[in-house]
């Protein structure tokens, strides 16, 4: 049986592994590539984990989350590309994305108008920037419903 932690400051691989119910040597075993070493080097930040071991932990921890948190906080790429999402309940993921697929079919003409010169002018940037602000509403909810089927996905596995 491992050692259980004191520290205070978990941090996300840390707290998912824990909340799985498993010490680092249990992880390993079943992570089956990574050593309880790399695994507490990980966890204390004394390095950085790869991306393969991220999806691999976030498998295994059944917290898909983890990928998200790496892509947005430890991903140079991801960190400029990739929206942070925040886990919610399939009633409140529908209802964002029909509010958001609503939104923009009001704000559809004004955009075909602002597109058919293939230039945004000075008179179009507020509408045209209303409408950015509806896609990325649109793209985040559609990542978090990604989310929410990655999870149940992995919670059915075993």
Known sequence: MGR?????????????????????????????FMSDDRIEKIETRGAAPYPDEVL??????????????????????????VQKI??????????EVVNSINNLNRKKERLIEIAV?????????????????????IARSVATLQLWMDQVEVEKEE
Do not use: H, W
Not at 86 to 95: D, F, N, R, S
């Open 86 to 95: 925040q886990p919610k309940e399939l009633g409140q993921i529908t209802l």
């Open 4 to 32: 259980r932690s004191t520290r205070s400051d978990k941090n996300i691989y840390q707290q998912s592994r824990e909340a799985a119910g498993l010490t680092r040597e249990a992880a390993s075993e079943k992570l089956g």
């Open 117 to 137: 010169d293939g230039k945004i002018t000075a008179d179009e940037e507020t509408d045209f920037a209303a409408i950015r602000e509806e896609l990325d509403s």
């Open 56 to 81: 691999a932990m976030a498998v295994c921890y059944k917290n898909m989350s983890l990928c998200n948190e790496y892509c947005t906080g430890e991903c140079p790429i991801g960190e400029r590309y």
